[in-house]
C-alpha cells in the first residue's frame, strides 16, 4: 500500500476549503488561482502542483464527492437496506459535507454540478425502478426514474439551500418515506 504524504493531503484539503469558500462568496468565473492561494495561505505555484487551473480543481472535488456517494454502500448492504436506511446514510453525508453541497447547489458557478449528481442519481434509481408491477406497472422505465431523480436533487437542493431545517435523520425519514411510495 502506497503511503500518502500528510503534507501533500493537509495542503489539498486547504485548497478546496479556501476555494468553495470563495465559490460561497462569489462566482465562479471571477475566482482566480492567486484568490485560492491567498486564501489557502500557500504559494500560487502550489496550486498548480496539484491542479492544472481551477476548472481541474473543481472538476476533482466533484468527482471525490460522487465517488464517495457511490461507494458509501457495500453492495452486500444495500441490498439489505430499505429506502429510509439508505437515505440516512446519504442524508448524513450530505449534511456532513454541507459546505460543498450548498455551494455547488446554490452557486452559479457550478452549474454543471448539478448535473453530475443528478446523474449520479439516475443511475443509482435504476437498479430499483420496477415497472412489471405495482403502481408503476407500465410506465416508461425512464420516465419514472427521470422523475425520482429531479425530485430527489431538488428536495436535497431546497433542504441544503435552507440550511437543513431538519436534521439527516428527520429528512431521511421523509425522503424515504416519498421515495418507497414512488418507486
Known amino acids: 500500500m502506497e ?9 489539498q484539503e486547504a485548497i478546496k476549503k479556501a476555494f468553495l469558500e470563495l465559490m460561497s462568496e462569489k462566482k465562479f468565473d471571477s475566482i482566480t488561482i492567486q484568490d485560492i492561494s491567498d486564501r489557502a495561505n500557500i504559494n500560487r505555484a502550489t496550486v498548480y502542483l ?7 480543481l473543481l472538476d476533482k472535488i466533484i468527482e471525490e464527492h460522487i465517488n464517495n456517494m457511490v461507494n458509501l ?14 437515505t440516512v446514510i446519504c442524508m448524513e ?3 456532513g459535507n454541507y459546505l460543498f453541497f450548498s455551494t455547488m447547489l446554490a452557486s452559479e ?23 412489471t408491477k405495482g403502481k408503476n406497472l407500465g410506465q416508461s422505465e425512464d420516465i419514472v426514474v427521470e422523475f425520482v ?12 439551500k435552507n440550511g437543513m431545517p431538519y436534521s439527516p ?3 431521511a425519514e421523509k425522503v424515504g418515506d416519498l421515495l418507497e411510495r414512488n418507486l
Open 3 to 11: 503511503k500518502v504524504d500528510r503534507r501533500i493531503v493537509r495542503t
Open 50 to 56: 496539484h491542479y492544472l487551473d481551477k476548472f481541474d
Open 73 to 86: 454502500f457495500e453492495p452486500e448492504a444495500a441490498a439489505e437496506m430499505d429506502w429510509i436506511e439508505s
Open 93 to 95: 453525508y450530505l449534511g
Open 109 to 131: 458557478g457550478a452549474r454543471f454540478f448539478r448535473s453530475r449528481f443528478l446523474q449520479h442519481n439516475i443511475e443509482a434509481f435504476k437498479k430499483d425502478v420496477d415497472i
Open 149 to 160: 431523480a429531479n425530485a430527489y436533487v431538488g428536495v436535497v437542493e431546497w433542504w441544503l
Open 169 to 171: 435523520q428527520e429528512m
